[in-house]
């Protein structure tokens, strides 16, 4: 029993982490290395991160750097970040790479929110099917008479809190990145 509720937590704690990764993926305006996070590079026939062929800085609040390990890589590394459609254009110098970061409209600022609060509410959904699936677990270990009904009842409570707090967290973390992304 005890073992559901852990599982659950970590569960739902995995769903605020992986809601996190998504979103800091998407642009605010500001130069942060996670937009990067998702461009694959084709290098001699095989995908392969971007971070793992260069070393990826901020340079000030609307530039990044792209320095390649792999000088050759330069070019198809800047092939590669513009057909990502981040809407980004990179130049480079040779060895480096520059990254400059578009002011965003007014427009593109409500679009992006709306996407947010989509995989905001994705998340949402995700972590409510985890208290269903433990909740279901629970009913079934109440059934084979391996819980009492009062357990039942106080760890169903508990699971509950733990769902109201990751979505509460959810929440949160789109009022942030709302505010990230309204900021000029």
Aim: proline share 3%.
């Amino acid at each position: 029993m005890d073992q559901t509720m852990k599982d659950a937590r970590q569960r739902m704690d995995k769903s605020i982490e992986a809601f996190r990764a998504e979103i800091a993926k998407i642009r605010s305006g500001k130069a942060t290395t996670a937009l990067l996070d998702g461009v694959k590079v084709d290098y001699y026939g095989t995908l392969t991160p971007l971070r793992q062929m260069a070393n990826v800085s901020v340079m000030d609040a609307h530039t990044l750097s792209i320095t390649p390990w792999d000088r050759s890589a330069v070019q198809i590394i800047e092939k590669a970040i513009m057909t990502a459609d981040l809407g980004l254009n990179p130049s480079s110098d040779g060895t480096n790479i520059r990254v400059p970061i578009p002011i965003l409209t007014e427009e593109r600022r409500k679009e992006l929110m709306k996407i947010i609060k989509k995989m905001g509410e994705d998340a949402k959904v995700a972590i409510r099917n985890i208290r269903r699936d433990a909740n279901e677990h629970l009913k079934k270990e109440q059934k084979e008479k391996k819980i009492s009904e009062d357990d039942l009842k106080n760890m169903e409570s508990e699971i509950q809190k733990f769902t109201n707090d990751h979505t509460n967290m959810i929440d949160e973390i789109i009022k942030h990145k709302e505010k990230e992304i309204m900021e000029i």
